[in-house]
């Protein structure tokens, strides 16, 4: 994506093609957005498979860290954290690159229709198939849609997520040999 800070923001090429798309017939830009809200449902349907496909694997590895907090043998405790910390740190990295590329096209669509119906030229029949209300109006002059980037936050910061909580877990698992 070229632009994470901001992806609603156009850039000089998506600006000339806005100006060619604002050329067309009105029905033939509802088809277009039409065709748009088609694509982001489907590569929504994409992200959130990708997305069950990290969670249901970290939920494993997670559960079983915390049974083997619960072992007698202090070796389990340790061993069962550490393994497990490291087969979901490799997991969470693992299933970001899908996550991001999926993030990426769901902006790049959810960009085209903010930019499509948020133009002057839109009609009012095309207006309601947009993120009008969902929109803020940024400082520097740009839009942001707050909730849709808000939304991929946990997925997106998984591995993040991941190592804090192995590190809580092992500092526990650890914490316990000294513990009787």
Known sequence: MR??????ELDKEDEKILEELDQ?????????????HAERTLEYQIYST?????WVPLTTCFAAALL???ATSPVVR???CFVTGIVATWIANRR???LLASYDALNIRHKWVVALTSSPSAKARMKVLGFDDRLQKQKRGGLLDEMHAKSFRYPLDALALVVW???ALLSI???SLFIK
């Open 24 to 36: 067309l017939t009105e029905d033939q830009r509802l088809e277009l957005l039409r065709l748009l």
């Open 165 to 167: 909580v192995w590190l």
């Open 78 to 80: 340790v061993g069962v």
């Open 68 to 70: 083997a907090l619960n």
């Open 3 to 8: 632009n994470r800070q901001n992806p609603l």
């Open 50 to 54: 990708r997305e069950q496909w990290l």
């Open 96 to 98: 970001h690159t899908g």
């Open 173 to 175: 698992a650890l914490a």
